[in-house]
């Protein structure tokens, strides 16, 4: 059984923290806003009133949290984990960062004396919820084999794809192809409704040839064809589509430091951005659909 501290009680948060107790570890979650503790204590699970509090009998700390520059805060501010954590502490960072970020961090837990891994996740909320979530892991072999055994816990696919950072760089990748397939099977419905098809006519002859992939056949961004996306709850979310631009505008950071052409990438973030400017970040990100067939602002009986 693990002692884990676990920082960020958010969608993600939450359910991870839940499966972690569901596996036998003993979790105290933490976060800076008193409402998500409350909530969390709510739901029956046990809350620290403060950072200190959370790290005081932990072994392990894991962290889902916004951006590079509140997982640094958090890590490496004054009062923070390193300041704050128990000697042999292993350090498991869940947030999806940019790799600079990811890696800096590392390094100060280095400095400092602990073992740290980045380990963003792949899945969203549903399969947080049904702990099934994919972990791509960056840091050192011992720092893998460390985290393991707690991130099965939460997880169902574990890959070590690297160094420190190289979780995040992967993750940058994998959102980059999600954000641009959602917006490519966007535009295929809107010219399949334009020249009279019907969407489960399409989802079915797709999903079965050569343009089938993820997006369409697990996301579907149109209702009906499959009823679990969020298609069919008014585009309430699994991955909002403020976080999925967050993810974009990463995945062109990361295209400008490496020198890498990316201008598909570059032309759906726009989308997401007009998505979001429009008053619908936090709608499921598959709610793009809706921009571009043009359905934004429509009564529904106009369709």
Same mark, same amino acid.
Request: charged share 15%; with cysteine.
């Given at each position: 059984?693990a002692?884990?501290a676990f920082?960020?009680?958010?969608?993600m948060?939450?359910?991870?923290? @839940?499966?972690?107790?569901?596996?036998?570890n %003993?979790?105290?979650?933490?976060?800076?806003a008193?409402?998500?503790?409350?909530a969390y204590?709510?739901a029956?699970?046990?809350?620290? /009133?403060?950072?200190?509090e959370?790290?005081?009998?932990?072994?392990t700390?894991?962290s889902?949290i916004?951006?590079g520059k509140?997982v640094? /805060?958090?890590?490496?501010?004054?009062g923070?984990?390193?300041?704050?954590a128990?000697?042999g502490t292993?350090?498991i960072?869940?947030?999806?960062?940019d790799?600079?970020?990811?890696?800096a961090?590392?390094?100060?837990a280095?400095?400092a004396?602990?073992v740290?891994?980045?380990?963003?996740? *792949?899945?969203?909320?549903?399969?947080a919820?049904?702990?099934?979530?994919?972990?791509?892991?960056g840091g050192?072999?011992?720092?893998? @084999?460390r985290?393991?055994p707690?991130?099965?816990?939460?997880?169902?696919?574990?890959?070590?794809?690297?160094?420190s950072?190289?979780?995040?760089?992967?993750?940058?990748?994998?959102?980059?192809? $999600?954000g641009?397939?959602?917006?490519?099977?966007s535009?295929?419905f809107?010219l399949?409704?334009k020249?009279?098809l %019907?969407?489960?006519?399409?989802y079915?002859v797709v999903?079965?040839s050569s343009?089938?992939?993820?997006?369409?056949?697990?996301?579907?961004?149109?209702p009906?064809p499959?009823?679990?996306?969020p298609?069919?709850?008014?585009?309430?979310p699994?991955?909002?589509? $403020?976080?999925?631009l967050?993810?974009?505008?990463l995945s062109q950071q990361?295209? *400008?430091?490496?020198?890498?052409?990316t201008?598909?990438?570059g032309? *759906?973030?726009?989308?997401?951005?007009m998505?979001? @400017?429009?008053?619908h970040g936090?709608? %499921?990100f598959?709610a793009?659909f809706?921009l571009?067939?043009?359905r934004?602002?429509r009564?529904?009986a106009?369709?």
């Open positions: 059984m002692r884990i920082i960020g009680l958010g969608n948060g939450r359910p991870m923290c @839940e499966n972690l107790v569901k596996a036998g %003993d979790v105290v979650g933490y976060d800076i008193p409402a998500m503790r409350d204590a709510a029956g699970g046990r809350v620290a /009133a403060t950072l200190a959370a790290l005081a009998e932990a072994d700390v894991i889902m916004p951006t509140h640094r /805060a958090a890590y490496e501010g004054e923070g984990v390193f300041a704050l128990r000697s292993l350090m960072d869940c947030s999806t960062i790799v600079d970020s990811a890696q961090v590392s390094k100060a280095s400095a004396g602990f740290m891994v980045d380990a963003p996740v *792949s899945g969203a909320v549903p399969a919820q049904a702990g099934a979530l994919t972990f791509m892991v050192t072999a011992e720092g893998y @084999e985290a393991k707690i991130l099965t816990g939460m997880g169902k696919n574990l890959f070590h794809v690297g160094a950072g190289s979780g995040n760089a992967m993750k940058i990748c994998n959102n980059m192809m $999600a641009m397939s959602m917006v490519a099977i535009e295929v809107t399949a409704e020249l009279g %019907d969407n489960q006519a399409v079915d999903t079965r343009g089938n992939c993820w997006a369409l056949q697990v996301y579907c961004p149109v009906g499959v009823p679990t996306s298609a069919n709850r008014d585009y309430q699994g991955f909002t589509a $403020a976080m999925m967050k993810d974009m505008r990361a295209a *400008s430091a490496s020198g890498a052409a201008p598909l990438a032309s *759906s973030a726009a989308f997401y951005q998505l979001v @400017e429009s008053g936090a709608k %499921d598959s793009v809706e571009i067939s043009g934004l602002g009564s529904p106009e369709g």
